[in-house]
């Protein structure tokens, strides 16, 4: 039995893991922010709640785990961040625990049980607040150890024009320090960044949606430019990476118009051509990132067992 874990920075989620078939989630708590033994304490509730000895704890995060010093960095939750937290947790629980990045872990959930079932290479975005992604090849994480595989979110760019008639574009600061990242404009604060740049307009991404569904010409105009802009490096990353999928997640891959829109610009911009979707709302709903942590702990288990 695997216990999984979706930390994020306002709840922390349990569930238990039998099989890839048979996983259950469990109550959800507050998250411990700056309280590192309120943060072990909440994690033994869940495993007591369990009920059992499981063979491993499998938590899904909002970080990423530095490869060369097992380190996690994870702004938004200051008890854990650059503890290396899977050794520390196996010191307090005595379980083993692996620790992966949230957006890796819905790569792998859908990869493994969601719209990536039967592709090789599976390249899982998240279009949410920001923009991120982790890649699955032959159903192995290839950020299984720690790393940064995945992120296309971040790096100097993004066109300096976009859109049909094309509009200048800044290279907007980016909170990881460098300029001109995807995750400035393709996201929903993006969309709204975009907006009052080209029409200045201090509307919220969900309002801003609502309006081009409605067929607003303003609105268009915001979302032809984030398309725009946002396609030329997903279609990289797929020539790159040679994904046959793309499942998206995030609240923006609940727009399926918006989606739909992104898939014929990534598709008319990439080698291979695809006659079928390729750009797809994800189907791991709405816990991608327990299952995905689960799936993790019960190949890891499987395997240990097997060299056993
Ligand atoms: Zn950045």
């Not at 083993?96 to 872990?105: E, K, M, R, S, T």
């Not at 599976?122 to 949410?128: D, R, S, T």
């Not at 991404?205 to 802009?229: F, Q």
């Amino acid at each position: 039995m695997i216990v999984s874990f979706d930390i994020g920075g306002s709840a922390i989620k349990g569930g238990i893991a039998r099989s890839m078939a048979d996983i259950v989630p469990l109550a959800r708590r507050p998250t411990p922010k700056h309280d590192f033994a309120g943060f072990v304490a909440v994690l033994r509730d869940v495993i007591a709640e369990a009920g059992g000895k499981p063979d491993c704890l499998s938590l899904s995060i909002a970080g990423v785990v530095d490869p060369d010093t097992q380190a996690l960095i994870c702004a938004n939750i200051p008890c854990i961040h650059d503890r290396r937290l899977a050794a520390d947790l196996e010191a307090e629980l005595g379980y083993p625990v692996l620790i992966a990045n949230d957006a890796d872990c819905f790569a792998m959930a859908e990869a493994m049980s969601g719209a990536g079932r039967g592709h090789r290479i599976v390249f899982g975005a998240i279009l949410g607040t920001g923009v991120g992604g982790g890649l699955v090849a032959d159903g192995r994480l290839v950020n299984a150890a720690g790393g940064f595989a995945g992120e296309w979110g971040h790096g100097p760019i993004i066109a300096s024009s976009a859109g049909n008639p094309p509009v200048a574009v800044p290279a907007y600061a980016c909170g990881c320090g460098q300029k001109g990242c995807v995750d400035t404009v393709g996201g929903a604060r993006g969309i709204e960044r975009l907006h009052r740049t080209l029409h200045g307009l201090e509307f919220s991404s969900e309002k801003i949606i609502d309006e081009w569904l409605k067929g607003d010409e303003r609105a268009e105009r915001t979302i032809d430019v984030m398309v725009d802009l946002v396609a030329s490096p997903l279609a990289l990353a797929i020539n790159i990476t040679g994904a046959t999928i793309v499942p998206v997640g995030g609240g923006l891959s609940n727009v399926e118009p918006l989606l739909a829109r992104l898939d014929e610009a990534v598709r008319g911009r990439i080698l291979r051509k695809f006659g079928r979707p390729l750009v797809v709302p994800s189907q791991c709903r709405p816990e991608p990132g327990l299952i995905g942590a689960a799936l993790l702990g019960l190949q890891y288990t499987g395997e240990r067992n097997h060299a056993a």
